[in-house]
T-cell receptor
Framework: KAGVTQTPRYLIKTRGQQVTLSCSPI?????VSWYQQTPGQGLQFLFE???????NKGNFPGRFSGRQFSNSRSEMNVSTLELGDSALYLC??????????????FGQGTRLTVV | SQQGEEDPQALSIQEGENATMNCSYK?????LQWYRQNSGRGLVHLIL?????REKHSGRLRVTLDTSKKSSSLLITASRAADTASYFC????????????FGKGTKLSVKP
């Protein structure tokens, strides 16, 4: 069974640009969540998508957005990049949607550097 | 804000020794999970313990949960150099499986 795939693995962008990151969840998983990891703030929740709908949203500015497609693949977009957006962006997929507790499976992440 | 806070922030031990990491959280939980992260890579799920469980084992891992103290501990027995990684506890925000709150993690270094 293929794991969670994130592309690209590494990205360098200039301040003011925008970026789109992609995440392909494990087959059959309908929930995709995004997290930002920085040395200072640690792992912070960005948003969760379930069946193409944003179900939860973290405390990030509107420059951070996402979407989910009918095949559960998800993208997140960051517009008007700032230096502070440099981070490891992690995507996680899970079965979710039910009462059964289940683990989240994480991708290897996309390392974004804003210069 | 961080729900879980791990302690210690860093731990250095010799191969063969046991490693214990602690996690405290603030609100009531359905379950608590532990994850491992090798340097700059994705997180790997280690174990999930439900709020009505007090202890759980998985291989060399032992997790305890004390809901009255809002704390959990992860014990790795007979550690190996390959256990070198950061370890995070996580709880679900608002009971949502897709919305995890992570602590800042314990960085474990196991010296051969």
């Amino acid at each position: 069974k293929a794991g969670v795939t994130q592309t690209p693995r590494y990205l360098i962008k200039t301040r003011g640009q925008q970026v789109t990151l992609s995440c392909s969840p494990i087959s059959g998983h309908r929930s995709v969540s995004w997290y930002q990891q920085t040395p200072g703030q640690g792992l912070q929740f960005l948003f969760e998508y379930f069946s193409e709908t944003q179900r939860n949203k973290g405390n990030f500015p509107g420059r951070f957005s996402g979407r989910q497609f009918s095949n559960s693949r998800s993208e997140m977009n960051v517009s008007t990049l700032e230096l502070g957006d440099s981070a490891l962006y992690l995507c996680a997929s899970s079965l979710a949607g039910g009462v059964q507790e289940t683990e989240a499976f994480f991708g290897q992440g996309t390392r974004l550097t804003v210069v | 804000s961080q729900q879980g806070e791990e302690d210690p922030q860093a731990l250095s031990i010799q191969e063969g020794e046991n490693a214990t990491m602690n996690c405290s959280y603030k609100t009531s939980i359905n379950n608590l999970q532990w994850y491992r992260q090798n340097s700059g890579r994705g997180l790997v799920h280690l174990i999930l313990i439900r709020s009505n469980e007090r202890e759980k084992h998985s291989g060399r891992l032992r997790v305890t949960l004390d809901t009255s103290k809002k704390s959990s501990s992860l014990l790795i027995t007979a550690s190996r150099a390959a256990d070198t990684a950061s370890y995070f506890c996580a709880t679900e925000r608002g009971g949502s499986q897709g919305n995890l709150i992570f602590g800042k993690g314990t960085k474990l270094s196991v010296k051969p």
